[in-house]
């Protein structure tokens, strides 16, 4: 595959996935701004705890077989109906698990009332683990904008029905039904588009071949969401449920911008990154492209939460919730590694180093389980301090040890993430200084979000330079001949 086909590859994935994700976006913030003014902190606390467990339950069905099928470079049928019988075989199991354990597990981190929940839950994880080998097979085949289509027709009808179970009083209810439902659709619809024939198979050489690369993976993906989700499962207990809900949904809506910005390029990047894994030369110049880029707008999207936190709040969560303007500005600054970690797991991936993958999960679930146990001393402010300080070292530790395998230089990767945050030495004081002299008013909090925006333009349209040289050769460039043309 030469040159000018991965690029109109990766052009084509993110370009139609950017206009689904968009989409989806609009909804899901619309979604976000009516449920947080019809539900409480304590519903969203046992909405947090739930998808917590399920969480860590769910990690043997979203990634292993389904990337597996990605990557393997000669997709037979064998392989396809083995792939689909060991997810099959797995989402019962799991499925299974969850169910029988329901009682224990709620107890442990909350109270009973979860148990009913999550055995309705528990029926989400055999449909995801059977969806996740009709996704990969479109993956594949680079049918992105049909999975986002897909991704997004189930959204708004489980959001619709979500919001009118939330209006008649169903509390968390309301939102455990829109998840159960949401798996119901999105596992029928993705089977019919999938157009595949599937049929019982597993034998020892195919099912061997699949664990050789998803074995690992399945155990780096239940470690990755255990971290993620340890806050969920500790904080009930060691803080209260209410203190979880309040955490959680600043979180939350961070998470949700973060994910779907992310996916965007991690989507279209994994099949072309696979069929370049052997060549070094240009791994290497796209890991410091994508670094470069990837980190200017990390800081940018942190930098727009951290100076219209206020507005965001009155916006997407209503005024119950400005007491948290506090919690929301720290998490913020998990954005600025988030997508670092994302493109570190998108190279380990599709190199094959599922394995190292495992180990630095391990790592980041033992810094994340120390840091919400010392950070719950101080409340929910002391988590999200800890939360944010753990995963900036594991990202950043990653992100090295990327760059260190393709022959780039510890120096020479921290040079890049810096510069890439240059524009951030004019945009903060400016912003700072008029944050300080406006009034903390809706009125002042739109006038604070106008500046900004005029600030930014500034910079990134007049001083691209300053922004750095590959935001200047790659996207400068292209946005001034579209305006012109």
Same mark, same amino acid.
């Given at each position: 595959?030469?040159?000018?086909?991965?690029?109109?590859?990766?052009?084509?994935?993110?370009?139609?996935?950017?206009?689904?994700?968009?989409?989806?976006?609009?909804?899901?913030?619309?979604?976000?701004? =009516?449920?947080?003014?019809?539900?409480?902190?304590?519903?969203?606390?046992?909405?947090?705890?739930?998808?917590?467990?399920?969480?860590?339950?769910?990690?043997?069905?979203?990634?292993?077989?389904?990337?597996?099928?990605?990557?393997?470079?000669?997709?037979?049928?064998?392989?396809?109906?083995?792939?689909?019988?060991?997810?099959?075989?797995?989402?019962?199991?799991?499925?299974?698990?969850?169910?029988?354990?329901?009682?224990?597990?709620?107890?442990?981190?909350?109270?009973?009332?979860? =148990?009913?929940?999550?055995?309705?839950?528990?029926?989400?994880?055999?449909?995801?683990?059977?969806?996740?080998?009709?996704?990969?097979?479109?993956?594949?085949?680079?049918?992105?904008?049909?999975?986002?289509?897909?991704?997004?027709?189930?959204?708004?009808?489980?959001?619709?029905?979500?919001?009118?179970?939330?209006?008649?009083?169903?509390?968390?209810?309301?939102?455990?039904?829109?998840?159960?439902?949401?798996?119901?659709?999105?596992?029928?619809?993705?089977?019919?588009?999938?157009?595949?024939?599937?049929?019982?198979?597993?034998?020892?050489?195919?099912?061997?071949?699949?664990?050789?690369?998803?074995?690992?993976?399945?155990?780096?993906?239940?470690?990755?969401?255990?971290?993620?989700?340890?806050?969920?499962?500790?904080?009930?207990?060691?803080?209260?449920?209410?203190?979880?809900?309040?955490?959680?949904?600043?979180?939350?809506?961070?998470?949700? =911008?973060?994910?779907?910005?992310?996916?965007?390029?991690?989507?279209?990047?994994?099949?072309?990154?696979?069929?370049?894994?052997?060549?070094?030369?240009?791994?290497?110049?796209?890991?410091?492209?994508?670094?470069?880029?990837?980190?200017?707008?990390?800081?940018?999207?942190?930098?727009?939460?951290?100076?219209?936190?206020?507005? =965001?709040?009155?916006?997407?969560?209503?005024?119950?919730?400005?007491?948290?303007?506090?919690?929301?500005?720290?998490?913020?600054?998990?954005?600025? /590694?988030?997508?670092?970690?994302?493109?570190?797991?998108?190279?380990?991936?599709?190199?094959?180093?599922?394995?190292?993958?495992?180990?630095?999960?391990?790592?980041?679930?033992?810094?994340?389980?120390?840091?919400?146990?010392?950070?719950?001393?101080?409340?929910?402010?002391?988590?999200?301090?800890?939360?944010?300080?753990?995963?900036?070292?594991?990202?950043?530790?990653?992100?090295?040890?990327?760059?260190?395998?393709?022959?780039?230089?510890?120096?020479?990767?921290?040079?890049?993430?810096?510069?890439?945050?240059?524009?951030?030495?004019?945009?903060?004081?400016?912003?700072?200084?008029?944050?300080?002299?406006?009034?903390?008013?809706?009125?002042?909090?739109?006038?604070?979000?106008?500046?900004?925006?005029?600030?930014?333009?500034?910079?990134?349209?007049?001083?691209?330079? /300053?922004?750095?040289?590959?935001?200047?050769?790659?996207?400068?460039?292209?946005?001034?001949?579209?305006?012109?043309?």
């Amino acid at each position: 595959m030469n040159k000018h086909s991965n690029t109109q590859k990766v052009l084509k994935g993110v370009s139609s996935q950017t206009m689904v994700t968009l989409m989806l976006g609009v909804v899901e913030l619309l979604s976000f701004s =009516i449920m947080s003014r019809l539900l409480t902190k304590a519903d969203f606390g046992y909405y947090a705890a739930i998808t917590g467990i399920v969480a860590v339950f769910a990690s043997f069905s979203e990634t292993g077989i389904g990337s597996a099928i990605v990557q393997c470079k000669d997709l037979t049928k064998r392989y396809v109906n083995n792939a689909f019988t060991l997810s099959l075989i797995i989402g019962f199991v799991i499925s299974f698990l969850l169910f029988s354990l329901s009682g224990v597990i709620a107890g442990s981190v909350a109270d009973d009332s979860m =148990i009913f929940p999550l055995k309705l839950m528990s029926i989400t994880l055999l449909l995801h683990c059977m969806t996740s080998v009709f996704a990969s097979l479109m993956h594949r085949r680079l049918e992105f904008f049909r999975m986002g289509l897909i991704r997004l027709f189930s959204l708004i009808v489980t959001t619709v029905v979500a919001v009118i179970l939330a209006y008649e009083g169903y509390g968390y209810y309301a939102i455990i039904t829109k998840a159960v439902l949401e798996s119901v659709l999105t596992f029928l619809l993705f089977f019919y588009f999938c157009k595949t024939g599937f049929g019982i198979m597993l034998d020892k050489q195919t099912s061997s071949s699949i664990f050789k690369f998803s074995g690992w993976l399945m155990a780096s993906v239940l470690f990755r969401n255990l971290s993620h989700q340890i806050d969920k499962l500790l904080m009930p207990k060691l803080l209260s449920i209410e203190s979880l809900g309040a955490y959680n949904r600043p979180k939350n809506f961070i998470e949700q =911008i973060s994910s779907k910005l992310n996916g965007i390029f991690d989507i279209a990047l994994f099949p072309v990154l696979s069929s370049i894994q052997d060549e070094k030369e240009k791994l290497a110049r796209a890991f410091r492209q994508s670094l470069s880029i990837m980190n200017m707008f990390a800081m940018l999207l942190t930098l727009t939460f951290v100076f219209n936190s206020q507005l =965001i709040i009155r916006i997407f969560f209503g005024e119950k919730w400005m007491n948290l303007n506090t919690v929301t500005i720290i998490l913020a600054f998990v954005l600025i /590694f988030n997508i670092d970690g994302r493109l570190s797991d998108c190279y380990l991936r599709s190199l094959g180093m599922t394995k190292q993958q495992f180990y630095f999960r391990i790592f980041e679930t033992i810094l994340n389980i120390s840091g919400v146990l010392m950070g719950c001393y101080w409340g929910v402010v002391g988590v999200a301090v800890a939360i944010v300080i753990t995963n900036s070292v594991a990202k950043l530790l990653k992100v090295v040890y990327i760059a260190n395998k393709i022959e780039i230089g510890c120096c020479d990767t921290l040079r890049i993430i810096l510069n890439s945050w240059r524009f951030a030495i004019i945009l903060v004081p400016i912003c700072f200084f008029a944050e300080n002299i406006l009034p903390n008013s809706l009125i002042g909090n739109v006038v604070m979000g106008i500046l900004f925006v005029i600030v930014v333009s500034l910079i990134f349209f007049f001083f691209p330079h /300053f922004v750095g040289k590959d935001y200047k050769a790659n996207i400068y460039t292209k946005l001034i001949k579209k305006i012109k043309g």
